[in-house]
């Protein structure tokens, strides 16, 4: 099985020297992951690392390479996209006669390799025809190259062998006509089974559901974007009230075998089956409709034998209706996308769950199951590739939480691969562990964050329900510690029941091991975090900070931060974003809470970083030391014009134009990169490196959503000083430059959120957009310059920062018992020296002298940053350079 180290990405040039690779390692891509596929793959000979890696390609229109437009899309696209047919070869040699592998006439652009392949170079091509005709359009010829390393690799069987094993008789979900006995047998004295048949017995009672709104909103005088959007509101959730019941009735009948609850789960399947997505807008989306699609598929899977040939008629065709709203708009469109959202979060599930009862009697279904297993089996998972981060970060990571956990399963049960043993997936047991500590915030990215202040019920869940496959002892700590500090998040009937019940094990064991002998800092290259703990055991008593700058750019629900940074204190949020999720796409998320306004990061003359994935970011270096964590942010690529067809498209719909007056432009940034330091004794450093074609107004931001910022006196023109107060404490903030800057403190935003979808939080009450504060730190035009930023978060009164010297741009300051050099003329070579003497800790970057307990050190390649700390008698050193990411390792043109 491949490894799925390949996401969408995109062909740039590195000059790399032959001998040694350059410590600074410049990016001149225009994007490393394109929103939609711009280029073949594997190509150049590249070195697989996998033996049977899948093959992707552009779409095309049977003329030219096209781009597919996304479900649900308003943007009309070339009538040809759904009307192309593929075929692959792959072979030993160019002309294609030696081991000649050839696919199926297909519909996608996808063709992962169910066999593995010999280990040396391979070729391969693929054509593409109009339906219909006969005259077919070939590609160039690709090569790659096989490393034996992989050879043994075990590999997810042919889709032939998929089909073959779903013709099984029903019922075929979850493989039930094979286990339908262990899972009665296994879950008789299970108590959490007992609780939810009793759970069952009362859902018996409901009345069944009427199509009307789930809530009432007023949408009087209102059209357009905003009609739709409320009308959506309204009905939200529709489809999973009146599915969830049918659902669950059947596992009570599974549970059970109890003839009442199946007949009930009929008379409810029957009521949704007259619902018609074409007559009423309570099953007309996608979200809703695909809800109904998968009740309808449970029941027609396990009530199958209750049901007249009248009624499996009317089953097959309500269910080929929705499944094809659905499908139809996939083939040759969405593999191709970075991540087509609404598919990947719910729709692909429903389509999936819908699809496997029916794939002997409804004549596209097998067209259907093939298209989802290939994609799964190329793609997932789309928005990481093996660190086991999410790029969109963690408050819309967990719209995806069920389909991880039941696609997993669903295509586990029918492939006989264990999906919870990719590389992603074991990986994300740490990815949680370091990005969402129990009781306390989270990394304070992306849309919705700011609705999820702590761990909440869904991510307990999800964490647990990963837990019984990932046998990972952090991850079985992290779930113990939540059900001691949230035990309500344990209780009831949740979206995770059947996940637990189909693997339970009465005499399972989950051993813990504390993360106390965990490294303190973690990176996650391939979605751009990294996380630093004062101590990852105390939970919600700790200094935690995060650098944030995404390879991905600002794609779907991830924004412009790159470079950003996020400080945790006693489990809030002091320092991150701010703004409110009121819209995917209205003017307060267009204007500030998806750009860089909204991030502590660097505007360049009030101007922020792109939208889309053109303005990505990177973290090219990290270091995990004893009293020392370091990272480095490459934003350098992050600025400049909007360029995306899809966020021009967003500002058109709502009669907006992106203008350097409201923060979006080409300032021709040229470099940013950010040097971040966590030490030990709640103390963080910044030191930013900026430069730009023309002299620019540079400005350090940093937001407080949760407290109030204040301007601190400063008598120094080159110094300026903010403080945050918080529950326990405070964060004293000082900022130095080797020129005058000044400080901006309001609690305004750029453009005001207002809640005009009337969402609402917890308990049902409407969200309330408050007014947040904000400071600005502001240079006069500079072509070149540096900002020296440090950050001390203390329960008692906080440490007088001491200049001990000045000269030619070089700063020595000392606060507490840490010495901090750093060169911040911006004409001069970048250096940055940090020295601990009580922890005897030393970092350096540049070409300061260093010596460290009496000796000197050279570093061994310039432009490093090197780590030199003391563990009793022992000098533990540790020297870093530029590291790329996966995703410019393994896809490059």
């Known amino acids: 099985m491949k490894k799925l180290l390949t996401p969408i990405l995109t062909l740039f040039f590195l000059n790399v020297l032959a001998q040694q690779q350059p410590a600074v390692i410049k990016l001149t891509a225009g994007k490393l992951h394109a929103r939609v596929r711009e280029w073949p793959y594997p190509v150049n000979g590249i070195t697989v690392p996998t033996n049977a890696p899948a093959l992707l390609w552009p779409a095309t229109n049977g003329q030219k390479m096209v781009t597919p437009m996304e479900s649900g899309s308003d943007i009309p696209e070339d009538p040809n996209i759904g009307n192309i047919r593929y075929q692959v070869f792959l072979a030993r040699d ?33 054509g593409y025809a109009l339906k219909g005709e006969t005259k077919w359009s070939w590609s160039p010829v690709y090569d790659f190259v096989v490393d034996a390393r992989y050879a043994s690799e075990k590999v997810s069987p042919p889709l032939a062998e998929v089909i073959k094993r779903n013709e099984a008789p029903h019922p075929r979900l979850w493989n039930m006509h094979a286990i339908s006995e262990d899972f009665y047998n296994n879950n008789k004295n299970n108590p959490e089974a007992k609780k939810f048949i009793a759970f069952a017995e009362k859902l018996m009672k409901a009345p069944l559901p009427a199509e009307k709104p789930v809530r009432d909103i007023d949408t009087t005088g209102k059209t357009g974007l905003e009609k739709r959007g409320l009308m959506d509101r309204m009905y939200h959730g529709f489809g999973d009230m009146v599915g969830d019941p049918v659902r669950n009735l059947c596992i009570a009948y599974q549970l059970t075998h109890d003839e009442r609850f199946i007949i009930d789960a009929k008379r409810r399947a029957i009521n949704i089956l007259n619902m018609d997505p074409d007559k009423h807008y309570a099953t007309h989306d996608d979200f809703n409709s695909g809800a109904v699609l998968e009740a309808l598929g449970w029941f027609y899977d396990v009530g199958y034998d209750r049901i007249s040939e009248e009624e499996k008629a009317q089953f097959k065709a309500m269910i080929t209706k929705r499944a094809k709203l659905i499908y139809d708009h996939l083939p040759n469109r969405f593999e191709l996308h970075v991540s087509d959202n609404h598919v990947w979060q719910i729709t692909l599930r429903n389509l999936a769950i819908g ?48 389909s991880i956990i039941y696609l997993s399963q669903l295509f586990g049960d029918f492939t006989g691969v264990d999906y919870f043993k990719l590389p992603w997936m074991q990986n994300l047991a740490l990815y949680t562990v370091y990005t969402n500590p129990p009781k306390s915030a989270s990394t304070a990215i992306g849309d919705g964050w700011e609705n999820m202040p702590n761990i909440n019920k869904g991510q307990a869940q999800f964490s647990e329900a990963m837990a019984l496959k990932l046998n990972n002892p952090y991850l079985n700590w992290y779930v113990s510690q939540l059900r001691v500090t949230n035990p309500e998040y344990f209780t009831g009937t949740d979206d995770y029941l059947l996940f637990r019940l189909l693997n339970y094990k009465p005499t399972q064991k989950f051993p813990e091991k504390s993360p106390a002998d965990l490294p303190k800092s973690k990176l996650f290259a391939d979605v751009g975090v990294d996380a630093m703990h004062e101590d990852l055991t105390k939970l919600d008593k700790e200094l935690a900070s995060y650098l944030l700058s995404s390879p991905f750019g600002s794609s779907g629900h991830g924004h412009s931060a790159q470079n950003a940074i996020t400080v945790n204190y006693n489990g809030k949020v002091v320092l991150g974003g701010s703004g409110y999720y009121s819209n995917f796409s209205d003017k307060h998320n267009l204007l500030y809470y998806r750009t860089s306004r909204a991030y502590s990061t660097i505007l360049a003359d009030s101007i922020g970083q792109r939208l889309g994935e053109e303005g990505y970011g990177w973290i090219p270096r990290s270091i995990s030391g004893n009293h020392i964590q370091y990272a480095l942010g490459d934003a350098s690529n992050a600025y400049g014009d909007i360029t995306s067809e899809f966020w021009l498209g967003r500002f058109k719909q709502i009669n907006l134009t992106p203008t350097t007056a409201n923060g979006h432009g080409n300032p021709n940034v040229t470099l940013y990169r950010r040097h971040m330091l966590q030490l030990e004794g709640n103390y963080i450093v910044l030191y930013d490196e900026l430069e730009a074609k023309n002299p620019v107004k540079w400005t350090t931001q940093f937001h407080s959503p949760n407290y109030t910022i204040e301007a ?43 809640n005009w979808m009337k969402l609402t939080g917890e308990g049902g009450k409407l969200r309330e957009y408050k007014d947040q504060w904000h400071a600005g730190i502001t240079s006069a035009p500079a072509q070149k310059f540096r900002f020296l930023t440090i950050l001390q978060v203390k329960d ?56 460290f307990n009496g000796q000197a050190y050279k570093p061994q390649q310039t432009g490093s940053s090197t780590l030199l700390e003391m563990k009793g008698t022992k000098l533990e050193k540790q020297e870093v350079t530029d590291k790329l990411p996966d995703v410019a390792l393994y896809d490059k043109e």
Not at 389 to 402: A, I, M, P, Q, T
Not at 817 to 833: E, F, P, R, T
């Open 94 to 126: 160019k002309d294609f006669k030696t081991a000649l592998i050839k696919s199926d006439i297909q519909a996608w652009a996808v063709y992962p390799l169910h066999q593995a392949l010999q280990p040396g170079k391979w070729f391969w091509k693929y």
């Open 355 to 402: 699809t496997i009862p029916v794939v002997n009697e409804v004549p596209e279904a097998k067209e259907w199951l093939s298209y989802l297993y290939e994609v799964w089996s190329a793609r997932f998972p789309v928005l990481g590739t093996t660190d086991g981060g999410w790029h969109e970060g963690n408050g819309y990571f967990k719209v995806n939480y069920r």
């Open 796 to 851: 008692g009164k906080a440490e007088i920062i001491k200049t001990l010297s000045a000269t030619n741009g070089l700063y020595h300051l000392q606060i507490g018992n840490w010495d901090i050099q750093a060169q911040l003329d911006g004409n001069k070579k970048a250096a940055l020296q940090v020295f601990g003497k009580q922890v005897n800790a030393l970092f350096n970057y540049g070409d300061l002298p260093v010596s």
């Open 712 to 754: 601190a006196k400063s008598d120094n023109p080159i110094q300026q000083n903010f403080v945050v107060k918080t529950e326990t404490g405070q964060l004293d903030a000082s900022v130095f430059a080797n020129s005058a800057i000044g400080l901006t403190v309001h609690h305004n935003f750029t453009e005001p959120a207002v």
